[in-house]
């Protein structure tokens, strides 16, 4: 079993920045991969970024150069950096892990105002 609680969303302005938090708990050990979803009104869930416990990250080309994921092992958190916000950045953000199942946190809300 795995638990996820995501927490540092918020309202910003265009060309701001927002650090999002990951916390998990249970089997984290066992969990190599961690990503960022997110999902907008009215469209598809996006992965936004992963991180391996090795530390190897993945982006969506439609983050790249302006949002950083890391993890720390030691506490068992991700941090997701969100920098040079844009309104499309607007979404509800989504912890998620896979363990012979999916885990998904609750969500956090993430708007950008133009």
């Known amino acids: 079993q795995v638990q996820l609680v995501e927490s540092g969303g918020g309202l910003v302005q265009a060309g701001g920045s927002l650090r999002l938090a990951c916390a998990a708990s249970?089997?984290?050990?066992?969990?190599?991969?961690i990503d960022w979803f997110r999902q907008a009104p009215g469209k598809q869930h996006e992965l936004v970024a992963s991180?391996?416990?090795?530390?190897?990250?993945n982006y969506a080309d439609s983050v790249k150069g302006r949002f950083t994921i890391s993890r720390d092992n030691a506490k068992n958190t991700v941090s997701l950096q969100m920098n040079s916000l844009e309104p499309e950045d607007t979404a509800d953000y989504y912890c998620?892990?896979?363990?012979?199942?999916?885990?998904w946190g609750q969500g956090t809300q993430v708007t950008v105002s133009s």
């Open positions: 249970g089997s984290t050990f066992r969990i190599d991969t």
């Open positions: 991180v391996t416990r090795g530390g190897l990250t």
């Open positions: 998620h892990a896979y363990l012979r199942r999916d885990y």
